[in-house]
C-alpha cells in the first residue's frame, strides 16, 4: 500500500507529557499537510510543508506544537506539556501540487487523561 | 475569513433514492473543490473534485459547482446503505491552505 501512512494510531497520555506523531506520505507527493480534528467538525488546518519548508502555520497551532520535515520526506508533529483541549485525531495528508487532491492518512486519535 | 457552510444532517434518504449534499463558500477566489467522505472513527477519503463550473461524473457521484452563486454539491445516486457516512466539502482558494465545512451527516435506510 503506497498511501499516507500516520503512527501511532492512537496515544494516550498524561496531561503535561509530550507526544510526538510520525507522517509518512504518498513519495511523489512533495505537499504535507497537518490537520487536527475533534467531534463534529472538519478537519482544521495545523500547518503545511513543501518538501523540508514549512510554508505556513495556522493560529491554532501555539508553541508547544512543532513540526518537522528534516529530509522532505516522513513528518513528525510533537505537542509539548500536553492538555485536555489537545485530544483529537491529528490528520496528516499529502499532495502532489498546491491545489491538487489531498489523501489522508488514518490519522492519530491523541487522548489526553 | 474564509467560510465553507454545510447543513450538519442528518440527511436521510431510502435506498435507491438519489442523496443531494450542499455547500457554500465565502470566497469568490476559490479555484478548487473536493468532497471527501468520512465513516465515523476514520478518516476523510477522496471522492471527488472539480476545478470548473459544470458537473463532473463518476459512477454514481456526481459533483455540480457554480462559481456565480458559491455553491459546490454532490449527487450520490442509487443511495447504498453503505453511503452512510459524514461527507465533507473542502475548498482551495490560491495559497491558502483547505478549508473544510463541518461536514453533512447522511443516513440512507435499507
Known amino acids: 500500500d503506497t498511501g499516507v501512512s500516520q503512527n501511532p494510531r492512537h496515544k494516550i497520555t498524561k496531561r503535561g507529557q509530550n507526544v510526538t506523531f510520525r507522517c509518512d506520505p504518498i513519495?511523489?507527493?512533495?505537499?504535507l499537510y497537518w490537520y487536527r480534528q475533534t467531534l463534529g467538525q472538519g478537519p482544521e488546518f495545523l500547518t503545511y510543508f513543501q518538501n523540508e519548508a514549512q510554508l505556513e502555520k495556522s493560529r491554532l497551532l501555539s508553541d508547544r506544537f512543532s513540526a518537522e520535515r528534516p529530509k522532505g520526506s516522513f513528518s513528525t508533529l510533537e505537542i509539548q506539556r500536553t492538555e485536555q483541549g489537545d485530544s483529537a485525531m491529528y490528520l496528516c495528508?499529502?499532495?502532489?501540487?498546491?491545489?491538487?487532491?489531498?489523501?489522508f492518512g488514518d490519522g492519530t486519535r491523541l487522548s489526553i487523561l | 475569513q474564509k467560510e465553507v457552510e454545510q447543513n450538519s444532517g442528518p440527511l436521510s434518504v431510502p435506498e435507491g433514492a438519489i442523496a443531494s449534499l450542499n455547500c457554500t463558500y465565502s470566497?469568490?477566489?476559490?479555484?478548487?473543490f473536493f468532497w471527501y467522505r468520512q465513516y465515523s472513527g476514520k478518516s476523510p477519503e477522496l471522492i471527488m473534485f472539480?476545478?470548473?463550473?459544470g458537473d463532473k461524473e463518476d459512477g454514481r457521484f456526481t459533483a455540480q459547482l457554480n462559481k456565480a452563486s458559491q455553491y459546490v454539491s454532490l449527487l450520490i445516486r442509487d443511495s447504498q446503505p453503505s453511503d452512510s457516512a459524514t461527507y465533507l466539502c473542502a475548498v482551495f482558494s490560491g495559497n491558502t491552505p483547505l478549508v473544510f465545512g463541518k461536514g453533512t451527516r447522511l443516513s440512507v435506510i435499507a
Open positions: 470566497d469568490r477566489g476559490s479555484q478548487s
Open positions: 495528508a499529502s499532495s502532489l501540487h498546491q491545489g491538487q487532491p489531498q489523501h
Open positions: 513519495s511523489e507527493h512533495n505537499r
Open positions: 472539480i476545478y470548473s463550473n
